[in-house]
């Protein structure tokens, strides 16, 4: 390369970084800066009536993990704390499989449909965006609560007898959270399906390969990145749920979102809540990492 190739090489390079210039900044102040005032915050001491005493302390970030006991300082596990890490994970996880079990079938069949009708499909997937998440949560409240649609029809044909109690637990928060995220599995899915080559179907029916077998050994290895990025969009914002959880859970059964707005509202203890937000972050963190790792071996013919 000559000289003058080099400089305006360089030239470019400097350029697309200038003009790159106010969206970076614009990124730092706006998520960078908040951030960092809460990594800050969880390193401080709490103060009597909520905000910070600005004196080190590890007290927030050991609270995650442990409790004092308000008599004789002993140091306990936190069970609560604990519990609450479990539900939020466990019911993430439980979350991102029941929507895949249900998008994958979802996508295929779009990505299937001529392709007058892929964007009529598609457009009906995407409806629920439009409205809020608030609004979406309520509407699935009115279907499972125990006057809702789902009991009034079970009731009225006769295969119950009394309403099946799920609001305020567990299953109640799964069931608003799977169809609240659903279709960010979906359209993941979709995309990946969608360059699926399906003469590969063919040939592997040729070799006298059976339908789960095709599956296993053809289909789901290949659309193996569409369905890393569909679990990654549906297990981080389950995660860090609040709405779903509050509407739905009724505050008794929180999750970490639920659990750290307590601490900066009710609880007053602001570094406990911004080292439990730094482990969520953390825990986003990990998770985006693995959809790294994963999409970068799934892209590489070699790995």
């Given at each position: 390369?000559?000289?003058?190739?080099?400089?305006?090489?360089?030239?470019?390079?400097?350029?697309?970084?200038?003009?790159?210039?106010?969206?970076?900044?614009?990124?730092?102040?706006?998520?960078?800066?908040?951030?960092?005032?809460?990594?800050?915050?969880?390193?401080?001491?709490?103060?009597?009536?909520?905000?910070?005493?600005?004196?080190?302390?590890?007290?927030?970030?050991?609270?995650?993990?442990?409790?004092?006991?308000?008599?004789?300082?002993?140091?306990?596990?936190?069970?609560?704390?604990?519990?609450?890490?479990?539900?939020?994970?466990?019911?993430?996880?439980?979350?991102?499989?029941?929507?895949?079990?249900?998008?994958?079938?979802?996508?295929?069949?779009?990505?299937?449909?001529?392709?007058?009708?892929?964007?009529?499909?598609?457009?009906?997937?995407?409806?629920?965006?439009?409205?809020?998440?608030?609004?979406?949560?309520?509407?699935?409240?009115?279907?499972?609560?125990?006057?809702?649609?789902?009991?009034?029809?079970?009731?009225?044909?006769?295969?119950?007898?009394?309403?099946?109690?799920?609001?305020?637990?567990?299953?109640?928060?799964?069931?608003?959270?799977?169809?609240?995220?659903?279709?960010?599995?979906?359209?993941?899915?979709?995309?990946?399906?969608?360059?699926?080559?399906?003469?590969?179907?063919?040939?592997?029916?040729?070799?006298?390969?059976?339908?789960?077998?095709?599956?296993?050994?053809?289909?789901?290895?290949?659309?193996?990145?569409?369905?890393?990025?569909?679990?990654?969009?549906?297990?981080?914002?389950?995660?860090?749920?609040?709405?779903?959880?509050?509407?739905?859970?009724?505050?008794?059964?929180?999750?970490?979102?639920?659990?750290?707005?307590?601490?900066?509202?009710?609880?007053?203890?602001?570094?406990?809540?911004?080292?439990?937000?730094?482990?969520?972050l953390l825990i986003v963190m990990a998770a985006l990492l693995v959809y790294v790792r994963a999409s970068t071996k799934g892209s590489n013919p070699h790995g």
């Amino acid at each position: 390369m000559s000289p003058a190739e080099q400089n305006q090489q360089k030239r470019s390079a400097r350029n697309g970084w200038l003009l790159s210039a106010p969206a970076l900044t614009l990124l730092f102040l706006a998520a960078s800066g908040p951030l960092l005032i809460v990594l800050v915050y969880s390193f401080l001491t709490p103060g009597q009536y909520g905000n910070v005493v600005w004196k080190f302390s590890l007290d927030g970030w050991i609270g995650i993990l442990f409790s004092r006991d308000i008599f004789d300082g002993t140091m306990n596990l936190a069970d609560a704390h604990l519990t609450i890490f479990w539900r939020s994970v466990k019911l993430s996880l439980m979350t991102t499989a029941l929507t895949f079990a249900l998008g994958f079938p979802t996508a295929w069949f779009i990505a299937t449909r001529p392709p007058a009708q892929r964007a009529m499909w598609l457009f009906l997937i995407t409806i629920p965006f439009w409205t809020n998440l608030l609004i979406r949560t309520f509407a699935i409240n009115e279907v499972i609560r125990n006057e809702g649609l789902m009991n009034t029809v079970l009731i009225n044909i006769g295969l119950i007898s009394e309403p099946i109690r799920l609001i305020n637990t567990d299953t109640a928060v799964f069931i608003g959270m799977a169809y609240v995220y659903l279709p960010l599995m979906v359209l993941p899915l979709f995309a990946a399906i969608d360059r699926f080559d399906m003469k590969l179907l063919e040939a592997g029916y040729d070799l006298y390969a059976s339908r789960m077998q095709v599956l296993r050994h053809v289909i789901l290895p290949i659309v193996k990145p569409g369905i890393v990025a569909g679990s990654i969009l549906v297990f981080v914002p389950s995660l860090g749920a609040y709405v779903t959880p509050r509407v739905l859970g009724g505050g008794k059964n929180m999750m970490i979102g639920n659990f750290i707005e307590l601490q900066f509202g009710q609880g007053r203890n602001w570094p406990l809540g911004a080292a439990l937000s730094m482990a969520l972050l953390l825990i986003v963190m990990a998770a985006l990492l693995v959809y790294v790792r994963a999409s970068t071996k799934g892209s590489n013919p070699h790995g």
